[in-house]
């Protein structure tokens, strides 16, 4: 491990200048805040670079916390590759379904539910070194329950070092929250500008809305398909090199889109999203070979921040997302189809320019773009809590109260949600978890479902209950 080469491992990335200022930051504090904006490669280095200065090894880990499954595995599988080692040895995976870990990994990624798991199995969190959270900025409702969780644990193992990684300019809230908790008077942030490339924002409506009662209208998928064609054409004319990549809010969407540019074109045109098998994932992150057709990647917002697709010179984005939300009558979230933050617009548009000049074409108009929000809505707004309230109890901070959190909860979904939880006898009148509850919180499903699995085991085979709540 500490034979690891990070000149070598950060050669051509922009954030290898950055490298010192972290390792310093880890030496002094013990903390850091990182803000680098996607495809510097924050990813790649600065797990490396925290386990060489922590002197990390297969039994004092720094664990990675990825916010999707796809994202972890890219890179850890990345992180080996750079390194000559082998998925397992150096860098493992821990995912839903696989574990890709041996005697020699000093570095593991995996998605925010396993960490949670192992924090509620071993609230000490023994043999992990450090902790780097990625894609803060998303503020997805575990990675937000995870920060607070972390920093409780910081207060009692003051060896534990944390770093904390956003792709947007908000460092400060991350910075002020974690230096209130740990009673320090300042937070290093070890920032990293991307190498700026000029950039053409172009526009592109089509004739009617982008949605309806239904969603994300057929008409306007297969104008998004017409205009990634037409404009990857004219830019081939003039770079025959030239790759795109296209933003849609979903599998679904994704998958039409890619048939009809597939009808279209003569590109080789790829999907990327959390359904595909991980060898078509792969291709798509792989970039093109030398002598390989022109390509198109169809993405959700996977390839915003979370994942680099190399070569990409031309974006077209759709300007959508897709975020839970939670609907009051059902007491339950649901994915919706909304227009997409600012923020994630001009990520997405710096995708094109990363490498060399790029452009942007927006499948919407100016005044939509105005109209948009400047951030998303952090998932612990807006989504069901009935997971994060189970897990807060068993944490001990029921609701989170005395928690560093970056939002409070939403007091009706929270009370909505301690409603379903006693119901389901996961906790009792003080909100405190039962046996059941616990055995609950260590299943990786909805509490709802797991006592569906748990009930259903004692009435019918455990392989048919699984089965039925699959």
Same mark, same amino acid.
């Given at each position: 491990?500490?034979?690891?080469?990070?000149? /070598?491992?950060?050669?051509?990335?922009?954030?290898?200048?950055?490298?010192?200022?972290?390792?310093?930051?880890?030496?002094?504090?013990?903390?850091?805040?990182?803000?680098?904006?996607?495809?510097?490669?924050?990813?790649?280095?600065?797990?490396?670079?925290?386990?060489?200065?922590?002197?990390?090894?297969?039994?004092?880990?720094?664990?990675?916390?990825?916010?999707?499954?796809?994202?972890?595995?890219?890179?850890?599988?990345?992180?080996?590759?750079?390194?000559?080692?082998?998925?397992? +040895?150096?860098?493992?995976?821990?995912?839903?379904?696989?574990? +890709?870990?041996?005697?020699?990994?000093?570095?593991?990624?995996?998605?925010?539910?396993?960490?949670?798991?192992?924090?509620?199995?071993?609230?000490?969190?023994?043999?992990?070194?450090?902790?780097?959270?990625?894609?803060?900025?998303?503020?997805?409702?575990?990675?937000?329950?995870?920060?607070?969780?972390?920093?409780?644990?910081?207060?009692?193992?003051?060896?534990?070092?944390?770093?904390?990684?956003?792709?947007?300019?908000?460092?400060?809230?991350?910075?002020?929250?974690?230096?209130?908790?740990?009673?320090?008077?300042?937070?290093?942030?070890?920032?990293?500008?991307?190498?700026?490339?000029?950039?053409?924002?172009?526009?592109?409506?089509?004739?009617?809305?982008?949605?309806?009662?239904?969603?994300?209208?057929?008409?306007?998928?297969?104008?998004?398909?017409?205009?990634?064609?037409?404009?990857?054409?004219?830019?081939?004319?003039?770079?025959?090199?030239?790759?795109?990549?296209?933003?849609?809010?979903?599998?679904?969407?994704?998958?039409?889109?890619?048939?009809?540019?597939?009808?279209?074109?003569?590109?080789?045109?790829?999907?990327?999203?959390?359904?595909?098998?991980?060898?078509?994932?792969?291709?798509?992150?792989?970039?093109?070979?030398?002598?390989?057709?022109?390509?198109?990647?169809?993405?959700?917002?996977?390839?915003?921040?979370?994942?680099?697709?190399?070569?990409?010179?031309?974006?077209?984005?759709?300007?959508?997302?897709?975020?839970?939300?939670?609907?009051?009558? /059902?007491?339950?979230?649901?994915?919706?189809?909304?227009?997409?933050?600012?923020?994630?617009?001009?990520?997405?548009?710096?995708?094109?320019?990363?490498?060399?000049?790029?452009?942007?074409?927006?499948?919407?108009?100016?005044?939509?773009?105005?109209?948009?929000?400047?951030?998303?809505?952090?998932?612990?707004?807006?989504?069901?809590?009935?997971?994060?309230?189970?897990?807060?109890?068993?944490?001990?901070?029921?609701?989170?109260?005395?928690?560093?959190?970056?939002?409070?909860?939403?007091?009706?979904?929270?009370?909505?949600?301690?409603?379903?939880?006693?119901?389901?006898?996961?906790?009792?009148?003080?909100?405190?978890?039962?046996?059941?509850? /616990?055995?609950?919180?260590?299943?990786?499903?909805?509490?709802?479902?797991? /006592?569906?699995?748990?009930?259903?085991?004692?009435?019918?085979?455990?392989?048919?209950?699984?089965?039925?709540?699959?």
């Amino acid at each position: 491990m500490m034979d690891l080469d990070l000149e /070598r491992l950060g050669a051509d990335l922009p954030f290898a200048q950055a490298v010192p200022r972290l390792r310093a930051a880890l030496a002094g504090h013990g903390v850091a805040v990182v803000e680098a904006p996607p495809g510097t490669g924050k990813t790649t280095l600065a797990p490396p670079a925290a386990a060489l200065e922590l002197g990390a090894d297969a039994r004092s880990r720094v664990v990675v916390v990825q916010p999707r499954r796809v994202a972890a595995g890219a890179a850890a599988q990345r992180l080996a590759q750079l390194s000559g080692t082998r998925l397992g +040895e150096l860098s493992g995976l821990t995912v839903r379904g696989q574990r +890709e870990v041996g005697s020699g990994t000093a570095i593991e990624f995996v998605t925010p539910g396993v960490l949670i798991g192992r924090l509620l199995a071993d609230p000490e969190l023994s043999g992990t070194r450090a902790i780097v959270l990625d894609e803060v900025h998303e503020r997805g409702l575990e990675i937000d329950l995870l920060l607070g969780m972390v920093l409780e644990l910081r207060q009692l193992r003051e060896d534990l070092a944390l770093i904390v990684m956003s792709a947007t300019l908000d460092a400060g809230s991350f910075r002020d929250l974690i230096g209130q908790a740990l009673g320090l008077d300042e937070v290093p942030l070890v920032d990293s500008r991307a190498v700026e490339h000029p950039l053409e924002v172009r526009w592109a409506p089509g004739t009617g809305p982008r949605l309806d009662e239904r969603g994300v209208r057929r008409e306007f998928l297969d104008h998004v398909a017409r205009t990634a064609h037409r404009e990857h054409e004219r830019g081939l004319a003039q770079d025959p090199g030239l790759d795109a990549l296209v933003f849609l809010p979903g599998a679904g969407e994704v998958s039409h889109v890619a048939a009809r540019l597939r009808e279209l074109s003569e590109a080789e045109v790829l999907e990327l999203h959390g359904r595909i098998p991980a060898h078509e994932q792969n291709l798509a992150v792989a970039g093109r070979e030398p002598d390989g057709r022109p390509r198109i990647v169809v993405s959700t917002a996977l390839a915003e921040s979370s994942l680099t697709v190399p070569g990409v010179r031309l974006v077209i984005d759709a300007g959508l997302s897709r975020e839970p939300r939670r609907d009051a009558v /059902r007491r339950m979230s649901g994915l919706v189809t909304v227009s997409a933050s600012r923020a994630s617009g001009r990520q997405r548009a710096g995708r094109a320019a990363r490498t060399g000049p790029g452009a942007v074409v927006r499948c919407y108009d100016e005044s939509a773009w105005a109209a948009m929000p400047e951030r998303a809505v952090p998932e612990i707004r807006t989504a069901d809590l009935t997971s994060a309230a189970l897990v807060l109890s068993c944490w001990g901070a029921p609701g989170g109260k005395g928690m560093a959190l970056l939002d409070p909860p939403a007091p009706r979904a929270l009370a909505d949600a301690h409603r379903t939880l006693r119901s389901l006898e996961a906790l009792d009148e003080d909100l405190r978890p039962t046996a059941v509850g /616990r055995r609950l919180a260590g299943l990786p499903l909805d509490p709802r479902w797991g /006592r569906a699995l748990l009930v259903g085991a004692q009435s019918v085979e455990e392989s048919t209950a699984a089965e039925i709540v699959a």
